[in-house]
């Protein structure tokens, strides 16, 4: 797993030795960030559950101007930690926090964020949950963009209609919301 562009392009990522951390293969990473790409530079950008931070490392290197990265794993943040020490990255907040704990202090400070990436666990309820609280806390701006990865036979109602844009890559689909 690598950044694909930008300043910090080649990078290798370390990856979680977790089974349950599931990083996004280049390829789709690579279509998101097509997608993506007028919106990221100069962008604030939430990588919620981020696991190894690949989405968010991308973000940094293609200029973001901050990236939050939250994740409750103490051993995917201090990795990430190292890493972007070592890129003498700069713009970027870590928090070893759980999500919702997060979303709640995001919502006190009135933060909003330009790109939300949503990648949790995928035998659980945490999307449904983060993106009920992230609308009702108002962490999306105006023009922003919530890019959920989840299973293609993941059936979401309840967020169907803020759904703007959907790509699928084999077993994994990419749900973009605003």
Not at 41 to 64: H, K, T, Y
Not at 85 to 104: F, P, Q
Not at 148 to 174: A, M, R
Request: aromatic share 12%; glycine share 4%.
């Amino acid at each position: 797993m690598r950044i694909i562009a930008g300043k910090y392009r080649g990078t290798n990522i370390p990856s979680p030795k977790e089974e349950i951390v599931k990083p996004t293969l280049d390829r789709v990473k690579e279509n998101i960030f097509n997608i993506l790409q007028f919106q990221v530079q100069d962008s604030v950008c939430l990588d919620l559950f981020c696991g190894s931070g690949a989405l968010g490392l991308e973000c940094l290197s293609r200029n973001a101007k901050e990236v939050y990265f939250v994740d409750n794993n103490k051993k995917n943040i201090t990795a990430l930690k190292n890493l972007l020490t070592k890129l003498n990255a700069t713009d970027y907040i870590l928090s070893s926090s759980d999500y919702y704990e997060a979303l709640k202090q995001f919502s006190g400070e009135k933060k909003q964020f330009d790109i939300i990436f949503l990648d949790p666990p995928y035998d659980t309820d945490l999307a449904e949950v983060a993106l009920q609280k992230i609308f009702k806390f108002n962490l999306l701006s105006p023009t922003g963009v919530v890019v959920w990865e989840h299973p293609t036979d993941y059936e979401n109602l309840k967020f169907k209609s803020k759904v703007k844009n959907t790509k699928v890559y084999g077993k994994v689909q990419i749900d973009f919301l605003a």
